[in-house]
């Protein structure tokens, strides 16, 4: 049998499957220090089929030459959108 092993590049920031019509609620306030060799991946919003809920923020292993963009909501159309969060090459 014979194995086949391709490397899929990481899509740096994705639209993720979920259209509400209302705005998720304000993000929360997280406070939280300095880590070294991490950066903090801030919490925010999903959608849970009926009502939002938050997720926790997290700490991430730094990728050197690039920096980390949040998921958040954006108004499309007549609704909302989660775009994933993701790194995004400086």
């Known amino acids: ?9 990481v899509q740096a920031r994705t639209w993720v499957g979920v259209s509400i ?16 060799g991490y950066v903090w991946a801030p ?20 990728r050197p030459g690039y920096h980390y963009v949040g998921a958040h909501w954006v108004h499309w159309g007549h609704g909302w959108r989660l775009r994933g969060g993701g790194w995004v090459r400086r």
């Open 21 to 36: 019509g209302f705005a998720p609620p304000p993000v929360r306030v997280e406070r939280v220090g300095i880590r070294a």
């Open 43 to 62: 919490g925010y919003w999903r959608w849970s089929g009926s009502r939002h809920v938050w997720v926790g923020g997290r700490w991430l292993p730094a």
């Open 1 to 9: 049998m014979l194995g086949v092993c391709t490397a899929v590049p």
